[in-house]
């Protein structure tokens, strides 16, 4: 797996959020989505940060702890469905960044479509914003 340069995660969130960062987080799912039907997996450091947690234990899946961990597991242990649906996006701005959440529908190697549910808590770098702590269910659960 090719390396990457190390980014820089340091809080960059200093304004209220713009329409320019409600684009860019509204696109950070899609973009997700797209890394991972392509299996272009250098192309999650445009998604997580350094040191991101990522919890699938709700899919039967381990709590993948940073981007290395994530881009290691994404190649070689994943089952992957056949194409991502991103859909149901909302953000919320937080006094560090935002809440995102999205759901995805999924066609599965099966045919058949399942869905799932992302809560991310996602910060702004000098990279862009990134996904810091991300955890997927099954179920859709309470926002807030």
Known sequence: MPTVAA?????????PMDLADRLELHELPGRYGDAIDDRDWPALAGIFTDDA?????????PNL??????????DV????????MMTNIYVDETPVGAKLYFRIVALI??????TASYYDDVVKTSDGWRVKDRVVTRKRRPRG
Not at 78 to 83: G, K, N, S
Not at 109 to 114: A, S, W, Y
Request: aromatic share 8%; hydrophobic share 35%; charged share 25%.
């Open 109 to 114: 190697p099966e045919h058949r479509v399942t």
């Open 77 to 84: 242990e994943a089952r992957h469905p056949l194409t991502h």
């Open 7 to 15: 980014q820089d995660t340091s809080p960059a969130y200093d304004a």
């Open 65 to 74: 702890q940073g981007l290395a961990e994530i881009q290691r597991f994404m």
């Open 53 to 61: 947690s990522f919890d699938l234990t709700d899919l039967g899946a």
